[in-house]
T-cell receptor
């Protein structure tokens, strides 16, 4: 079993929809949580990061962390075709030389 | 200016050959990484160097040998290539100390797509 689980999708939604992407993890030592977006044939780029449980908002994106349930989410409001990409959750145990562990990624397709 | 650059972008080679991938970052970061992304998009860490010192060495065949001549460069040499080595290899960097941004995020290169035939 992988440390971080993520539904691979694809998740297809119409333009303007609210998208919910989720990850679960098994190790309660993870403390730092990130979401990366990866366009086809490109490297992952950091979208959002959170430390504590709760919500963090940045424009159309909201990251949510529930440490008690070992569950994190990324919500995208008013989704656009340009949001079509693979979204990877990632997490790290603490600062310093700890590896960043990724989920398998969810492929999102937003149709016009 | 490209922050993390990898060369080559594409590499097609025969089984048994030896090949190298180069990575350079101009962000002034202290730590660099090699990740392997398989056909199902799963990113798995292979190695990490901090200021030229190896700090993470995951379970990787010893045919893979990283080298960091300085903190801005991290190269990956692969001996006796096998079909299963076909993947996209990503280089990344981060600033783990003294930067709140670096505590969370890695900057990735655009990847090297390796195909072994």
């Amino acid at each position: 079993q992988k440390e971080v689980e993520q539904d691979p999708g694809p998740l297809s939604v119409p333009e303007g929809a609210i998208v919910s992407l989720n990850c679960t993890y098994s190790n309660s030592a993870f403390q730092y949580f990130m979401w990366y977006r990866q366009y086809s044939r490109k490297g992952p780029e950091l979208l959002m990061y959170t430390y504590s449980s709760g919500n963090k908002e940045d424009g159309r994106f909201t990251a949510q962390v529930d440490k008690s349930s070992k569950y994190i989410s990324l919500f995208i409001r008013d989704s656009q075709p340009s949001d079509s990409a693979t979204y990877l959750c990632a997490m790290k145990k603490n600062t310093g030389f700890q590896k960043l562990v990724f989920g398998t990624g969810t492929r999102l397709l937003v149709s016009p | 200016d490209t922050a993390v650059s990898q060369t080559p972008k594409y590499l097609v080679t025969q089984m048994g050959n030896d090949k190298s991938i180069k990575c350079e970052q101009n962000l002034g970061h202290d730590t660099m990484y090699w990740y392997k992304q398989d056909s199902k998009k799963f990113l798995k860490i292979m190695f990490s160097y901090n200021n030229k010192e190896l700090i993470i060495n995951e379970t990787v065949p010893n045919r893979f040998s990283p080298k960091s001549p300085d903190k801005a460069h991290l190269n990956l040499h692969i001996n006796s290539l096998e079909l299963g080595d076909s993947a996209v290899y990503f280089c990344a960097s981060s600033q783990d100390w003294g930067s709140s941004r670096g505590l969370y995020g890695y900057t990735f290169g655009s990847g090297t797509r390796l195909t072994v035939v």
